[in-house]
């Protein structure tokens, strides 16, 4: 799951939460990850969720597979998710669970974190795409709902208080935002849907 920014209204102020690993609800299913959207002068917030394939998520490219369209980062093969080690940082994963497919990089790649507007990513859903966010799918699984939660607890992670610069990128398990296994954000990430 990538990390992305959320709104707090009582606060009001948005505030990040990290990328981290969690298993699927069931097998088969791939995570269409949230976005903004530019809607009649304000933002719009549309909420991921599981299904067989990758819906529509603004065009966003949030690295790690998610290139904007679709998820290059893995597949399923039979009951057996294997990642793709091209955009994954696997460390000592078996080499049954993991193939090597390159995947294409622009070198000018918009960090825009919004869809639509002036300044936003200009990506439509394909007609199997909006039929996929308007059918059958699954919310975020209680793991994803943990992350979600202690991301807003913690006041670090709100935009007013550091500057759209996290210190916390992603966790490699949810509901952990100190420790081991926590990735510091490197490089700016000033893309909040203000």
């Known amino acids: 799951m990538p990390g992305f920014w959320a709104w707090r209204k009582s606060v009001p102020d948005y505030f990040w939460v990290p990328g981290t690993w969690v298993r699927p609800p069931q097998s088969g299913?791939?995570?269409?990850?949230?976005?903004?959207?530019?809607v009649d002068g304000g933002y719009a917030y549309h909420a991921g969720y599981w299904a067989s394939e990758v819906g529509f998520y603004g065009g966003i490219n949030y690295g790690f597979?998610?290139?904007?369209?679709?998820?290059?980062?893995?597949?399923?093969?039979?009951?057996?998710?294997t990642y793709n080690q091209a955009v994954n940082n696997?460390?000592?994963l078996d080499g049954a669970s993991v193939y090597d497919q390159a995947v294409a990089v622009e070198e000018n790649a918009s960090h825009i974190s919004y869809n639509g507007g002036a300044?936003?990513?200009?990506?439509?859903?394909?007609?199997?795409?909006e039929t996929l966010a308007n059918g059958q799918h699954i919310?975020?699984?209680?793991?994803?709902?943990?992350?979600?939660?202690?991301?807003a607890m913690d006041r670090s992670l709100y935009?007013?208080?550091n500057?759209?610069?996290?210190?916390?990128?992603?966790?490699?398990?949810?509901?952990?935002?100190?420790?081991?296994?926590?990735?510091?954000?490197?490089?700016?990430s000033k893309q909040t849907a203000r």
């Open 119 to 129: 300044r936003g990513t200009a990506a439509r859903p394909t007609e199997q795409q």
């Open 139 to 151: 919310g975020p699984t209680p793991e994803q709902q943990k992350q979600f939660e202690l991301a």
């Open 163 to 188: 500057n759209g610069e996290p210190g916390v990128a992603a966790t490699q398990r949810a509901g952990i935002l100190t420790g081991l296994g926590v990735a510091r954000r490197s490089t700016p």
């Open 90 to 92: 696997l460390g000592s």
């Open 159 to 161: 935009s007013k208080l």
């Open 29 to 38: 299913l791939l995570w269409t990850p949230p976005y903004w959207s530019q």
């Open 65 to 81: 597979g998610y290139t904007g369209s679709g998820y290059e980062g893995g597949h399923w093969k039979d009951d057996s998710f």
